[in-house]
């Protein structure tokens, strides 16, 4: 898998786009970038994937650049409850395998403040 | 509804003993995974299973085994626990089949504490 590095912590003014960086400077062509969260004492929480193009969902937008060797997770509008650990993940998506198992690393830990 | 759900919430138990936490989902995903959050945070896979193959982490100790008595169930068992056991341990699934891999939904976990 490509690694990913991520600033450890980022604060956050409520109502305020949080804005979460991501390297992956060795990503291959056929693999994906997920971000997931984790909020405290509860499991991790899938909330977006994309490959080259730019996404958005309900819960965010992510921005890969034209390289993709690096994106960004924007969530609009922060709010105290999108204060968790946010991870980066780079994986390829294969049909059909059972291996294909998610590797977490440190995350970025938002801290959304009133 | 609960998507994906895990028995016991809390485990207290002593050294040596042998135990079991059990794992649904009601999501009829066809792939189930395990993960351990040591007290440092860091989340690591287990195991990955379908009813196809079961894929081990080559760090996870024998002593750990997962059993799956169907599609919507994955169970851990745990034998002769030790010190370094405890953890909270979460179970995931995901759509393969015609689905995204990498889309897992985690249950709420499982603190064990070992003493």
């Known amino acids: 898998d490509a690694k990913t590095t991520q600033p450890t912590s980022m604060d956050c003014a409520e109502g305020r786009a949080a804005n979460l960086p991501c390297n992956h400077s060795t990503i291959s062509g056929n693999e994906y970038v997920y971000w997931y969260r984790q909020i405290h004492s509860q499991g991790p929480q899938y909330i977006i994937h994309g490959l080259k193009n730019n996404e958005t969902n309900e819960m965010a937008s992510l921005i890969i650049t034209e390289d993709r060797k690096s994106s960004t997770l924007i969530l609009p509008h922060a709010t105290l409850r999108d204060t968790a650990v946010y991870y980066c993940?780079?994986?390829?998506?294969?049909?059909?395998?059972?291996?294909?198992?998610?590797?977490f690393g440190g995350g970025t830990r938002l801290m959304v403040k009133p | 509804d609960t998507a994906v759900s895990q028995t016991p919430k809390y485990l207290v138990t002593q050294m040596g003993n042998d135990k079991s936490i059990k794992c649904e989902q009601n999501l009829g995903h066809d792939t189930m995974y395990w993960y351990k959050q040591d007290s440092k945070k860091f989340l690591k896979i287990m195991f990955s299973?379908?009813?196809?193959?079961?894929?081990i982490n080559e760090t996870v100790p024998n002593r750990f085994s997962p059993k799956s008595p169907d599609k919507a169930h994955l169970n851990l068992h745990i034998n002769s626990l030790e010190l370094g056991d405890s953890a909270v341990y979460f179970c995931?699934?995901?759509?393969?089949?015609?689905?995204?891999?990498?889309?897992?939904?985690f249950g709420p976990g499982t603190r064990l504490t070992v003493l």
């Open positions: 995931a699934s995901s759509q393969a089949a015609g689905g995204n891999y990498n889309e897992q939904f």
């Open positions: 993940i780079v994986r390829v998506s294969q049909y059909g395998n059972a291996g294909n198992m998610l590797t």
């Open positions: 299973y379908n009813n196809k193959e079961l894929i």
